[in-house]
């Protein structure tokens, strides 16, 4: 079971960035946690961090070839992008959507997301250990469809 | 630690309710899944389900007086109950709101929560599984803050 | 054949309640009249009045293990239950509604309707006489479905 | 007592025409099983079927001096018609209109009727069947007035 | 100087219809008083009623042959038609609305006007009279121009 | 002159519930005060406190039969119930409107009341005396009727 | 008959002011020109232009001793006062509004009057003639009414 | 303990202005009654009327200097005006806001105030005896803060 | 392979009609282009021009007894007619929406067109060169269903 | 060269108004760094301060006859005044808008300004240091028209 | 005459990509048949494909300095890139828009189109063949033009 | 001192790019009279220009490291970027924004920024020589924190 693993826009800043927000965890911290919790649960991650909205359009597409799922928090793309939605949808693929901070505590143009549509599931305001929970939820669905 | 989980209304039809929106699991079936995880986490639950808008905000209302905290998932009052927004706000509890299906593919009205702003996270589209991810995210935070 | 007829809030006032708009007919005489058509027609009726959001949604629910179709006049609820529109589309029974008074002749909040894309049909502005317009309907459709 | 029944846009192509929205009959059963109740109730009926939106409206105009009553669907103009409301207003007469299908369940435009908020009633979704409880309603009210 | 005078759909009720908004002048009346000017003025009129937007569209059409200016009150067909919007600034002559009622006390769909930005003046809620200021103002114009 | 007080949702949890918003009177202080009041003004009061929609709209309704006004507060119901609105317009008694907190300093859902348009006054603001100033404002209504 | 004329802020710069829109005539030329048709009607006009919004409210308030009807141009505050509008529905006096240019050809927010629905009628875009025909209409009016 | 009154635009027509909607009470027995409150409470007045903006402006601005607190009724720029916000919030004096008719049963565009999110309180279709009330909830409120 | 070619209203002036939009070609020019191109593909076509909106349902109706396919140019009717939406609907045959003119360079209100969700494609801005491309790709498709 | 220089309402409390918002800086001081960089290069400025937007309209209007361009802060009138922005349109001189703090970061209503069409240039945010660089702006704009 | 041709974000996944939406054609197949068009129109095409918004702004940018016109189909883009309407827009040249799918069919966000105004036309939901034809018209303009 | 100049997508046009709008200035003159300016303050400037909303932000993103303040012309990338608007929020650096020309006279979609909440202040439609303006003033605001 092999899962693409995507951060979008400015999340290389966590910890640094706004942390009554987004809390003191960096990027890294967040990965290696989701590595242990991958190696516990016998999945290979793919991870990557990107600012530019087409190289994550792009990792979808040719995500098709390769992954089995994924696990995306898109960022402020969330609320701009009609272009990783439809790679999400081109791709098909199962999917789960995370946010760090609750979004609806936040501005008003931050509560609708482009992306919520084409995913499965939404995990919102649980930090750092949402994506861990998303993982657990991913694998679940995987396997519960073979 | 002590939990409340409310079960909003119409939920006590789950598994007979359009089942290609909202799975075959019945509530039952869930709670049971929830026990089990509440035990192997060690934490104490207090199940309810109401149909009444009232019941509910005097159940969150009471457990000002009992709880650590609440897991919701207020089904069609997601969209409609201001009262519950405040008596969440009024109990001042770490919560976390749920919702079966997925509420972004459904009718706009849908796309709207009077509770997400007051609540801590939101976890959605997961099915009955869900819960227990909020339940295992609710223990995390409430141990953090010990 | 088996039919749930529920008056929602306020309607227990008919006759007293601003007649200008709503007739002069009370409740017990419309029940009456239903009554005699529901003879004519070999149904038998259930009857309830309710104030409470919950207790409509309840009969609702209850009423998939016993009835054949719902009349439904929502009264207020119209305008503003989820819940009693997802206890509707749950129950899967063929339903009507209807309104008394025009509602469209109204204030502009009382043009939608979040229970009519659930029934089968809505029958409006015709006074007492719609629900026996609406016990017709459901009978016919009942029939032709047999 | 003698009615005006008019069938709007579109209606001629009943039976042809999307039966999955508007059902199998065509106009002209619809027409058959109202006159028979017309002449059940004593009543005469004149019926018209037109695409011009000027026609309906010459039509309602001269009812003024013939008719006791109007029975419309006004299918597509319904929804864009500030003119067949005009008309209808200025003729003053006890109208009742119908729609065979549920517009409630379609797209959004098709929620807002320029028409009811002049007419007494608003029969929807019961299909050719809703004419025939129009022309009883309509019967019903026009008694009492005398 | 010749001037074509259309009146819209249901002006030809007008003294019957409501005359509590459109007051009890026919439309013969303010036919005759608009002669009797255009007389004074030394002008040609040629007035027609029509329920049709297709008519009306083609007599403003055809006016662009024969005609100098055109006094239009397009009643119900304001707030809907662009046809007859397109049709005047296709025609490209000096034009003057007219309403008899005073538009902007009624419902708020009657507020916008397509017509009023492709004429020269809008003449709004002063009856029958109305026509008279608009042949004077229209006369004046066209004197002006030439 | 007997008056009926209804106290609406999570209002039984004032002086506890966010007392920044809502000051730190307990409900049972108001009361008290009320009490005290209304002893000095000769009138009758009956207290209600329910967290639900449908026992609100019975204690209106029944109010028909015994009291001479109403002061509400309906809390959170204030922007959802048109049910508790039809109520107070049903029993057609005289009513004033209370709020402890100025709620257009809030979030601006809470700016608008289904509430205000079927009352006599609104009192907004003036924390737990605002219900004092309310039963002299209606006790002189009341007085000026006589 | 004694008819009080205001010039809404700006009107002074008539003439000077972006000619493509308000035309090359000074306040002066039309002021002129209405007392000449004054005259001729052997009425009495007292004319007066204001910047200030409060200068205006009062000579309505005022003209409530003296004056017959109202003939006004808001000029900038149509769209902005209304306080302006609330002091002709106090006046009760009937009143005109005319505006040299013709509005609904220009920005949006000019296409809305908080005066017009507190008015009998509206002359718009023909120009300085335009008070003139407000003149002559009326008088009419107020003609009709002795 | 001195407190400015003020009394927008048009308000020195009341009485006479529309009773229908402002009663008949006249501006000077209103300010008769608040004088004797006011000597009751030992309080000093001082009372203006302005119909215009920038005098009521000047005259918060100035407030801040001798003045312990306002009670306002903006009558029309109640609706309009960011500058008398913009004082009160600037001034930074305990504030209520009084509307003698109840706003909430008018026109749409009366809802909404901008004057509100900037006082204590408000007070809303309580007649002139409206003033008296805010005048008893000042007091209490600046002795409260003593 | 038989197909309708129909032009809305106001299409008869074209060449004369505001060349600056709509360009100098005639409507006789453009069928004439088409005519060649339909020889050209051995196609057979019938074009009908009308003003009024119920002459172009009935084609339309008409159409399913002999046609293949519709072009058809609703101009003025894009954007108000439900009426021609259904027809084209209830005839449910290929069909391409053309436009002489680039819509989306123009007012808002002709940025929606009714007709498109209905149709299999739109050809807009290109002249009337549009309805040549449309013949193209309407033959193309029905060979390619063929 | 000389320059017309205009603070709106409230601005004669700078430095005592809300210091958080609109900082320290009384309005003379502000005036007195705007004429230090004036005398350097080499304009002569006229200040005035008003609450009255009569008054603020009535300046710019005479400006036409005496300046070379206009710096405003419009203050509250930014967001409700059609009429200065008529005036500035009138006067047709160079213009340039400023605020003080940065109201995008404030109430949605302060982000819309009537003003801005109107002028050349606008700068927002930058204290009292932003009069300094829209004289600085104006006065390069004037000399390059030269 | 040199032309290029850009395929917006995830256009390279054509052929794979939910085919029911957009066919089974894949982007090499379609760019062969615009080749071969080409060839026989005797044009040189430039094609693209990119999930970059800043890499389409980039080509359309150096196309000012060797292009005669572009075809652009910009996908996801089309409803979120003011970047790429101003790249279009600043290039100035000749420019079609093609959609492969129809757009109108599918969700309300994608109805709108940021590069329709900058366009000289727009060919939607005519699958791949629409480049052809989009290629036909832009060689037939660019061919007008010299 | 240092400070970021980021010029967004297209202004690498400027000068060639529609003139009327943007005027005739290059954006390497532009650079040119800054690096003047910058030399004259005694400040560092690192100038980048960039088609790609992600170079940006990874620039914003890497300048928290290194700069003291950011100018950016965010150009069509204002109006839709978040993930720029949340960049500047995380740097938390001193921040203004620039537009070359007034983006408030053109289409509404210009109006909205979604950078203007996130920055200290904002300069528009004061053509290149708005860029000098802003960093006069960031030294200044740097100046004064020091």
């Known amino acids: 079971m092999r899962i693409l693993v995507i951060h979008g826009p400015n999340l290389n ?9 987004y809390g003191r965890e960096s990027l890294e911290e967040i990965n ?5 919790k ?11 961090q990107s600012n530019y909205e087409g190289e994550i359009v792009t990792a979808i ?11 995306i928090n898109p960022a402020a793309y969330t609320h701009t992008s ?14 789960i959507e995370v946010h760090i901070s609750n979004i609806f505590k936040r ?5 609708h997301s482009y992306i919520s549509p084409v995913v499965d599931g939404v995990i919102t305001g649980l930090g750092g250990y949402g994506y861990v929970l998303a993982l657990e939820a991913l694998v ?3 396997s519960d469809k073979t």
């Open 107 to 111: 501005e008003p143009f931050r509560h």
């Open 140 to 142: 679940r669905r995987l």
């Open 38 to 48: 991958a190696e516990e649960l016998g999945v290979e991650l793919r991870i990557i």
């Open 13 to 21: 800043l966590l910890g640094r960035r706004e942390p009554e927000i």
């Open 32 to 36: 290696e946690m989701l590595r242990r």
């Open 82 to 95: 009609v272009a990783i939605r439809d790679a999400l949808a081109a791709a098909g693929l199962p999917a």
């Open 61 to 71: 597409g040719e995500a098709m070839d390769w992954a089995d799922g994924i696990i």
